[in-house]
């Protein structure tokens, strides 16, 4: 990992938001590193949106302290900040045309000599606008709009980027695409991101460190890899993605590893999470779909269960197989891909399932 | 038989047609206003035309000549006292409609942005002024302004003047003052659905790009809102340059106006051809002046760009 990434850019110390009764946030701490792209990813009403408008100065914590570039942000004003916001609206303004747009935050700056105009033409060279300049912002597409607001904001060179839910208007291609064009443009220009969103393929795909939040607390911060495959509940693994549940007894509790008994896979030794708090003597296994195998023919593994497909779900690429192991109250599910005729296996049939036991985790009941 | 049977097939499309006819949007559409287009022709179009008509004739005692003439417009145009009447009418009109868009703008911003949940309360609470009857309105003006009136008594009272002044009532002042209060509310409603269109995440956006409120209020707000200016303006500058009332009651000698001209031409003096070429003439300079008004604010609107 560079250097610099190393380096705080937002400091979040306990910070509670609350309408009357209601926590928006409750003791939220979080640290943004210097040049990272961050998601804060959550369901609707998590809280990420309220995080993100304190940090642009929208919204005052109720309590606990915001940070940005090692400046306390308390008694800023949002116009006053070292951030710019794109807007999930984009907010461009229908009264003036793109370049107006971009220029606007750069007019207060009175600017000499060209540089005005230099560096809105530089801002929509990087977001792939050029020679639209005059163009109004009721004239534009969905996604060119939302490149005006990226340029608007990007102009201004700001220390933080915000943006919130950026790609939740446009369509799955477009924003497939915007996904990959973000994270190279985050790279170039070398600026922290903090993204929110609640499209968890959205925030694996682009972000450094992804912050999962559920009703106003932040369960889990770590990277893409780490979130998906080591979830440190139920709730943060379920939201990303399928994942097979399987009841657990703990057998044994050390240090870092963990020995449990299933009923399915048997006795597992895994490693320890490091938020697992241990309640009563149960725990929970879970593997995601795709990590489990059916073994062909007479195709064996080290570690393997047997079953019984009872349901087949087509996608084209791919084909959910629902499979019931004797033991287990709920049958797995596993993902195939459609290269070894996974599509073609009959409901009904007997089949076996490799596994690693890598890909079990332990979560806490 | 055979003439029923060659004669049926056009017979069905015809009405096949004249169903289609009736049931395409433009002719539903016309059907759906020609009852008030009838009530607007019958009772506007016409009483116009008439009006025009008479502005080309002349007054004979009791009997009207029906020969062309252009006499009136001279008289209308160039007589001082005609010309005085319109442009002080004129000056009256645009006064009152800017104090008025000055006046109303504030209030129409505060409901829309910071009304909150009382907002229809707060429009309601604006009308309450036009329960009772726009005499009464321009009266309790007189009251106000009068010799004896409040403001007097409260100056006196307060040892600012000593005698009571007569500079408040029967002047063009008392004109502008009163026609004002009556328009506000008619000028608060455009200015306010204007601004209840203005997207609050555009005033975030010009927050977010640094500027502080009273400039994103210049950039964004303001320019944003200018149809609603525009139209207050306008729905108070038309009926004001003909208005006749209060100019009767407040305004005195000094505050009449074109319309109690014409009111005279086609009462007393009983002219009707020059008053309808007066009524003509100033029809006309209104149509002109809100023409104007609008380029002007429109070109106010991108030079806030």
Redesign the interface.
Known sequence: MPEQLQRSMIEIKNVTRSYGAFKALDDASLTIREGEFFSLLGPSGCGKTTLLRMIAGFDNPTSGSIAVGGQPMEGIPANRRPTNMVFQSYAIFPHLNVEQNVAYGLKRLKLQGGEEKRRVEEALAQVSLTGLGKRLATELSGGQRQRVALARALVMRPKVLLLDEPLSALDKKLREQMQVELRRLQQAVGITFVLVTHDQYEALAMSDRIAVMFGGRIAQVASPKEIYQRPVNRQVADFLGGMNFVKAEIVEENGATLVVDTLGFGRVKTDKPKAFVRNGGGATLGIRPERLRVLWDNATAKFEVAGKVVERHYFGEITHLIVEIPGLEKPLSVTETNDFGADDIPVGTSVRLAYDPEALVAMAD | MTAAVEGSPPLRMTRARRNALLQSEPVQGLALISPTFFYALILLVLPILVVIAHSFWTQHYLTIDRTFTLENYRVALTEPIYRDLLWRSLYISLTVSLFTVILAYPIAYFISFHGGRHKSLWLFLITIPFWTSYLLRVMSWKVILGYNGVLNSGLMGLGIIDEPSTALLYNTSAVIITLTHAWAAFAILPIFVSLEKV?R??V?????????PL??FL??TL??SAPGVISAALIVMIPTVGDYVTPKLVGGKDGVMIANAIQAQFGKAANWPLGAALSVTTMLIVTLMAGATVLIIRAL?RLA?
């Open positions: 997207d995440t555009l975030e956006a010009a927050t977010d790009l640094g500027d502080g400039r994103s950039r964004v320019p944003l609107q760009r």
